[in-house]
């Protein structure tokens, strides 16, 4: 679906740059005031220390190559794929399990206005997006683009974690940020506790993509991946929008996958 006129707009791109500088210059100078802490233990010096960056649970060699999700061994396409027919995505892969203190991190940034926890958070995605996984189509990324958020979700947070996290993957990996090229026009409510029909149908209709989407290979970055609906209902956008190819790299995967 093309983007349509929407009754409740985003904020414009450069108010959002600048929100962004503004937090960042705000980020620093409260860091000579009150020097960062380990978010986990509580060691001075860094948001996430790194011992405890090292119990971050990576997936496991043994996934379905097409969705991503863990098997007990790996597959080039697991029985749920095949019996799900063609995707819109090209793949879906997760940087780790969503396990602790992952699941506490994301958490914190999400819910508990930590934003600064994202550039430490990204270097997972990074590392992720390095993995031979992706020799085949990195070079070819054209843009990132993160699962956005509604209008109405954005000025009650005041950022979108998901545009953090990929606006400092593209730092690292030198690719191009989109954060418009695709928006949320129904406000939907949240996923957790919805079974995997429940989450399809709660996000159907939800996004519109600009034309700017066409002839693109975009990557989606997202903070969680369950079910895949939310990025299954992006990618089909994109697709419709004339996007060439749409693959998706989130921060976690839940170590079993949760259909309830």
Known sequence: MILQAMRVALPPAGAISVQRRVRTLLSSGIDLLFPPACATCGKGG????ATCAQLVTPVPETI???CGHVQMVRQVACAQCQAAGPSPLARVRAAALHTSPLREWIHLLKYKQRPDLAPALA???AAALALSDWDDCRARIDTVVPV?????RYRERGYNQSELLAAELCRRAGLVLAPNLLER???TRAQVGLNALERQANVAGAFAARPAAAGQHILLIDDV???GATLHACAQTLQEAGASEVSALTLALPAHTETS
């Open 225 to 227: 991946y369950t079910t």
């Open 46 to 49: 860094q948001r996430i220390c």
């Open 148 to 152: 956005p958020l509604h209008p109405q």
């Open 64 to 66: 379905c190559i097409r």
């Open 123 to 125: 270097r997972y995605l």
């Open 185 to 187: 026009q129904k406000e």
